[in-house]
Every structure is written in C-alpha cells, then in structure tokens.
C-alpha cells in the first residue's frame, strides 16, 4: 500500500479516495481497519492528518492478511505515531463503516500504556500529528473521530455504525 500512496498523490484528492476503497476491495472482499485512542497526562488525544484524504483522525489503518487485530493497531501506532505500545490495548467497540463501503468495519483501542522516544517527522502518509484537548479540537477533525471521543466521555452513547 506505501507505493500504492506514493502513486495516487498525482491524482486529485477526490480520485485517491475512491482508489483506496477500490483497491481494498480489490485486494479482500471485507475491509477491516483499526483506530487507536492515545491520551498524553494532561488527557488530551492524540490525532494525526494524513497527506491523502483531508481532515484529522484517531491514529489506525487496515488490518493485513495474517495479522490479528491488535497487531494492526501496534504497528499502525509504530508506522503513524512512532509510538510503542507498552501494554495491551484495550478494544472499546466494533463497528460497521458505511461510509467508506458497505463492507467496511473499525476496531477501537485504547492505548494507555505507550511511550515515544523521538516525534514522528512528516512524510509520504503523515503530514501532520498531535496532542489536542477533546474540547478543544483542531478544525477538520472528522466527524467520526468527534464521534467516538464523544462516547468516550459519555457524551453520547456508543453507536454500532462509524
């Protein structure tokens, strides 16, 4: 998928998106991604902005062939966030993403136990990351992320649907 990032960035942005759903679904029938809540000590959460699709996200990405749950989201957190999980993850919910496809689902983990030992620098995927208070988000954060930081907090129950 790196090289397949690579090669998109000379399409417009709303051509990547749909090459990245058409190329998951190509590759597995069912699509199946992770994300991963990490708060810092003064609780902000972390999120990160992507170079091919707008707006701020939960760190995560796609679970591979071969690859259990929980060892998407630890690399994923080492690939995006140059971050180590230094416990287990804890899965908060499951849920069916409809907006990326009919196919698609989400797996939700809480990283509380994690360590950094130099920031992540941008490059071809991560443009941009960072600690923010839930009251206070960055424009552009999806809706989704919204979402879910919501339930976290008990602001709204937890929905089945990404």
Known sequence: MRLLTKISMIFPLPVRKRLFVA??????????????????EQQRVLLVRHTYVPGWFLPGGGV???????????????????????????????YRNPRTSRFDHV??????????????????????????????????TTIPTRNRLAELQGHQSVSDVW
Request: with cysteine; glycine share 8%; proline share 4%.
């Open 23 to 40: 190329v998951g679904l190509a590759l597995r029938s069912m699509t199946l991604g992770v994300r991963i809540i990490i708060r810092d």
């Open 64 to 94: 591979e062939r071969g690859e259990t749950l929980h060892q998407a989201a630890v690399k994923e957190l080492r690939e995006e966030c140059n971050i180590e999980a230094n416990g287990p993850l804890r899965l908060y919910h499951a």
């Open 107 to 140: 797996a939700l983990f809480i990283c509380d136990e994690w360590s950094q030992e130099t920031q992540k620098q941008p490059d071809h995927e991560i443009a941009e990351i960072g600690f923010f208070s839930v009251d206070d988000l960055p424009e552009g």
